[in-house]
């Protein structure tokens, strides 16, 4: 691939020495990780420095790297403050991982919660759509970072993504949980000196001035506030980005992790945090027609910017920037996905009741399984399918090879899913006479019609519909309870810390 | 529709350009045709979309196109008075985004940039037609409100029980 920031052998170095590092640190912190509470929820001791860092990087993903100049770049500024809004989930999440600590204080997933609070149909449905949207941001990642790799230099897209996939499997194979915060902590750093030192360089070859003008004159909609488009997608990503963090298991095994009094303080700083880095990163977006750059696809526009701005040393810091943001978010999400595996399909399957050595082992194989089916949803399927069909492998599938859709489709398709847990999830914790019925109706509503609206409407209005039908769903079914009489749901059956039993 | 359905990728038929030598020597006879070969279907309802170009050769050999460059113009009108350059330089494609609704027709033309071999700009392609229709500005001010009263309504909901100590 010609024209790429970095020559291939400059990223295979790259790519070799911070794999080596990750899984050394994997190793190192896997001392600490043999017991099954060190594994899933790092024994319950990280304090408030880790715990903000940790959730800084995990939100820090391609979301910010890839996603938010690319919700510049489509949607103008309506995007980019669209984008940052992503930032009030953490906020908002703040006191509900207080509140997580509180009723369950050995509790290990988010799954477990709905299971204890609304029944095994809930825990089923909730299950479902954990176990969806994991998959589908593991697999948007691994799909960012082998364009990535391929963008910045030109490493082919099968082997980026299959090389980093790999990385976080083993280093979150031999950690769990104290790795992935560990190296979370390590990677929030680098990633926040990498954005300021990209957003300088970019702010030193191009004015802010000069970016106004040049969007002005050839993209005139992106500064403008009547879009449609963008005014949808702004409340829909805020949404969103609430329904991400409410239900998922990737934040709440932190809350669970933390250590008591440290989650609301944690989750606040890391939101305040974050809020600006979305806008940086934006406006790296936004500067590339100012600066005359093609940009290929709308998802690779913040790094191919960032990397022809700065030139071949630049292209170093990007890729490593790249190359932590994206296994920052990976791992938290095997380790987090796994931890739902292990606890709520295989513990049961083993017919419950097993020695903690035994789910330790387990947990450890649902990581392998989690990595390999996300690879598998990685690969470039229409170039597979030509392999398949006879034509030569490397043709089909590693030089032509690319997945279809961007990042924001992909991603976005999640959307009314994780939207309509937000509401069983705040009167699961919150209220008494929320039935298991009203949750399974919220949650199955919410994601049926979002879904209809995703490909009726456009992927920007999906989780706001979902998220609005779910909210009416519990209303419903909270007058309901009122107006029978429900009796009000045990706290105390939250404070269990067993694992559910075999069926 | 979507805007992801106007992220295709390039067809595997896509006319190659030839070696670099058997280049040359068509290139002084005629300079090269550039077309566009990808580009998006029915109406953008999103104002952003993907355009794929390349050049017409007769070699069979795809030896990249490192050396080509491109002038790539849009216009409103079908004789292009009023075009501007959207796309100048290598690259065989782009992303545009933040188009005016109306219809916007695209031509592109090409030129070999190989030493002594640069014959000039070939002629322009063929245009190419792109719709923008965006979607109703009531419908999405609707969309929002209904948004602003949701994210108030969860907002409301975690502050009123932050202080709660019932567990």
Same mark, same amino acid.
């Not at chain 1, 790094?303 to 630049?314: I, K």
């Not at chain 2, 050769?57 to 050396?67: I, L, M, P, R, Y």
């Given at each position: 691939?010609?024209?790429?920031?970095?020559?291939?052998?400059?990223?295979?170095?790259?790519?070799?020495?911070?794999?080596?590092?990750?899984?050394?640190?994997?190793?190192?912190?896997?001392?600490?990780?043999?017991?099954?509470?060190?594994?899933? !929820?790092?024994?319950?001791?990280?304090?408030?420095?880790?715990?903000?860092?940790?959730?800084?990087?995990?939100?820090?993903?391609?979301?910010?790297?890839?996603?938010?100049?690319?919700?510049?770049?489509?949607?103008?500024?309506?995007?980019?403050?669209?984008?940052?809004?992503?930032?009030?989930?953490?906020?908002?999440?703040?006191?509900?991982?207080?509140?997580?600590?509180?009723?369950?204080?050995?509790?290990?997933?988010?799954?477990?919660?709905?299971?204890?609070?609304?029944?095994?149909?809930?825990?089923?449905?909730?299950?479902?759509?954990?176990?969806?949207?994991?998959?589908?941001?593991?697999?948007?990642?691994?799909?960012?970072?082998?364009?990535?790799?391929?963008?910045?230099?030109?490493?082919?897209?099968?082997?980026?993504?299959?090389?980093?996939?790999?990385?976080?499997?083993?280093?979150?194979?031999?950690?769990?949980?104290?790795?992935?915060?560990?190296?979370?902590?390590?990677?929030?750093?680098?990633?926040?000196?990498?954005?300021?030192?990209?957003?300088?360089?970019?702010?030193?070859?191009?004015?802010?001035?000069?970016?106004?003008?040049?969007?002005?004159?050839?993209?005139?909609?992106?500064?403008?506030?009547?879009?449609?488009?963008?005014?949808?997608?702004?409340?829909?990503?805020?949404?969103?980005?609430?329904?991400?963090?409410?239900?998922?298991?990737?934040?709440?095994?932190?809350?669970?992790?933390?250590?008591?009094?440290?989650?609301?303080?944690?989750?606040?700083?890391?939101?305040?945090?974050?809020?600006?880095?979305?806008? !940086?990163?934006?406006?790296?977006?936004?500067?590339?027609?100012?600066?005359?750059?093609?940009?290929?696809?709308?998802?690779?526009?913040?790094?191919?910017?960032?990397?022809?701005?700065?030139?071949?040393?630049?292209?170093?810091?990007? %890729?490593?920037?790249?190359?932590?943001?994206?296994?920052?978010?990976?791992?938290?999400?095997?380790?987090?996905?796994?931890?739902?595996?292990?606890?709520?399909?295989?513990?049961?399957?083993?017919?419950?009741?097993?020695?903690?050595?035994?789910?330790?082992?387990?947990?450890?194989?649902?990581?392998?399984?989690?990595?390999?089916?996300?690879?598998?949803?990685?690969?470039?399927?229409?170039?597979?399918?030509?392999?398949?069909?006879?034509?030569?492998?490397?043709?089909?599938?590693?030089?032509?090879?690319?997945?279809?859709?961007?990042?924001?489709?992909?991603? %976005?398709?999640?959307?009314?899913?994780?939207?309509?847990?937000?509401?069983?999830?705040?009167?699961?914790?919150?209220?008494?006479?929320?039935? /298991?019925?009203?949750?399974?109706?919220?949650?199955?509503?919410?994601?049926?019609?979002?879904?209809?609206?995703?490909?009726?409407? /456009?992927?920007?209005?999906?989780?706001?519909?979902?998220?609005? !039908?779910?909210?009416?769903?519990?209303?419903?079914?909270? /007058?309901?309870?009122?107006?029978?009489?429900?009796?009000?749901?045990?706290?105390?059956?939250?404070?269990?810390?067993?694992?559910?039993?075999?069926? | 529709?979507?805007?992801?359905?106007?992220?295709?990728?390039?067809?595997?038929?896509?006319?190659?350009?030839?070696?670099?030598?058997?280049?040359?020597?068509?290139?002084?006879?005629?300079?090269?045709?550039?077309?566009?070969?990808?580009?998006?279907?029915?109406?953008?309802?999103? $104002?952003?979309?993907?355009?794929?170009?390349?050049?017409?050769?007769? $070699?069979?050999?795809?030896? $990249?196109?490192?050396?080509?460059?491109?002038e790539v113009r849009r216009a409103a009108?079908?004789?292009?008075?009023?075009?501007?350059?959207?796309?100048?330089?290598?690259?065989?494609?782009?992303?545009?985004?933040?188009?005016?609704?109306?219809?916007?027709?695209?031509?592109?033309?090409?030129?070999?940039?190989?030493?002594?071999?640069?014959?000039?700009?070939?002629?322009?392609?063929?245009?190419?037609e792109i719709v923008v229709g965006r979607?109703?500005?009531?419908?999405?001010?609707?969309?929002?409100?209904?948004?602003?009263?949701?994210?108030?309504?969860?907002?409301?909901?975690?502050?009123?029980?932050?202080?709660?100590?019932?567990?």
């Amino acid at each position: 691939m010609s024209g790429t920031a970095l020559a291939p052998g400059t990223g295979w170095i790259l790519l070799a020495i911070f794999s080596v590092l990750w899984i050394g640190l994997g190793i190192w912190w896997g001392r600490k990780a043999r017991t099954l509470e060190g594994f899933m !929820v790092a024994g319950r001791d990280v304090g408030l420095a880790l715990g903000t860092a940790t959730a800084v990087a995990t939100w820090i993903t391609s979301n910010t790297v890839m996603l938010a100049p690319q919700f510049a770049l489509q949607l103008g500024v309506w995007g980019m403050l669209g984008y940052s809004s992503a930032a009030i989930g953490l906020v908002l999440f703040a006191p509900l991982a207080r509140r997580i600590r509180a009723v369950m204080p050995e509790g290990f997933t988010s799954v477990e919660f709905v299971r204890r609070r609304y029944g095994r149909a809930a825990a089923g449905v909730f299950l479902l759509i954990s176990l969806f949207y994991g998959l589908t941001w593991m697999v948007s990642m691994g799909i960012a970072a082998g364009l990535l790799l391929e963008s910045l230099a030109g490493i082919p897209y099968l082997w980026g993504m299959t090389v980093i996939l790999t990385v976080c499997v083993v280093y979150t194979l031999l950690g769990g949980l104290f790795a992935v915060i560990g190296t979370d902590f390590i990677q929030s750093l680098i990633i926040l000196v990498g954005l300021v030192l990209v957003a300088v360089a970019v702010l030193v070859k191009v004015p802010v001035a000069e970016v106004d003008r040049t969007i002005v004159e050839q993209r005139p909609v992106l500064v403008q506030v009547m879009v449609p488009a963008a005014i949808m997608a702004f409340f829909n990503n805020l949404l969103f980005g609430l329904g991400e963090i409410f239900h998922g298991n990737v934040w709440w095994s932190r809350a669970f992790a933390m250590r008591e009094g440290v989650g609301f303080k944690a989750y606040a700083f890391a939101g305040l945090l974050w809020l600006p880095i979305p806008i !940086v990163a934006g406006f790296v977006g936004l500067a590339g027609p100012a600066l005359g750059i093609a940009i290929p696809r709308p998802d690779v526009a913040g790094p191919v910017v960032a990397a022809e701005v700065l030139g071949a040393a630049g292209g170093v810091v990007v %890729f490593i920037v790249v190359f932590c943001s994206l296994a920052s978010s990976i791992d938290s999400l095997l380790a987090a996905t796994g931890d739902v595996v292990t606890t709520e399909i295989v513990h049961p399957l083993l017919g419950g009741g097993e020695r903690e050595r035994t789910l330790r082992r387990a947990a450890s194989g649902v990581v392998v399984v989690v990595g390999l089916l996300t690879w598998t949803a990685c690969l470039p399927w229409e170039g597979v399918l030509a392999w398949l069909g006879g034509e030569d492998f490397t043709a089909a599938v590693i030089a032509d090879g690319r997945p279809v859709g961007t990042l924001a489709t992909v991603l %976005f398709f999640a959307g009314p899913l994780v939207g309509s847990a937000i509401w069983p999830i705040l009167t699961g914790l919150h209220t008494r006479r929320m039935s /298991g019925g009203g949750a399974v109706l919220a949650m199955v509503a919410g994601s049926a019609v979002g879904l209809w609206a995703y490909f009726a409407l /456009g992927w920007y209005t999906a989780s706001l519909i979902g998220t609005g !039908v779910s909210f009416l769903v519990t209303v419903a079914a909270l /007058g309901l309870a009122r107006w029978r009489g429900t009796p009000g749901f045990d706290w105390a059956r939250l404070k269990s810390g067993e694992l559910p039993e075999g069926a | 529709m979507t805007g992801s359905s106007y992220l295709r990728r390039t067809p595997r038929n896509r006319i190659p350009i030839g070696h670099r030598t058997a280049l040359a020597a068509f290139v002084i006879a005629l300079p090269p045709q550039a077309v566009f070969v990808d580009v998006p279907e029915g109406i953008d309802a999103v $104002g952003h979309h993907t355009l794929v170009w390349g050049v017409e050769t007769s $070699g069979d050999d795809d030896a $990249g196109n490192a050396d080509v460059i491109y002038e790539v113009r849009r216009a409103a009108g079908p004789d292009f008075a009023d075009e501007v350059v959207i796309h100048e330089g290598p690259g065989d494609r782009a992303f545009f985004s933040g188009v005016p609704d109306g219809t916007h027709r695209h031509r592109v033309r090409a030129r070999l940039v190989n030493g002594s071999d640069d014959a000039g700009w070939g002629p322009w392609s063929p245009p190419v037609e792109i719709v923008v229709g965006r979607q109703s500005l009531a419908f999405a001010w609707t969309l929002f409100a209904i948004g602003a009263a949701l994210f108030a309504a969860i907002a409301g909901f975690i502050v009123r029980n932050a202080g709660s100590r019932t567990a």
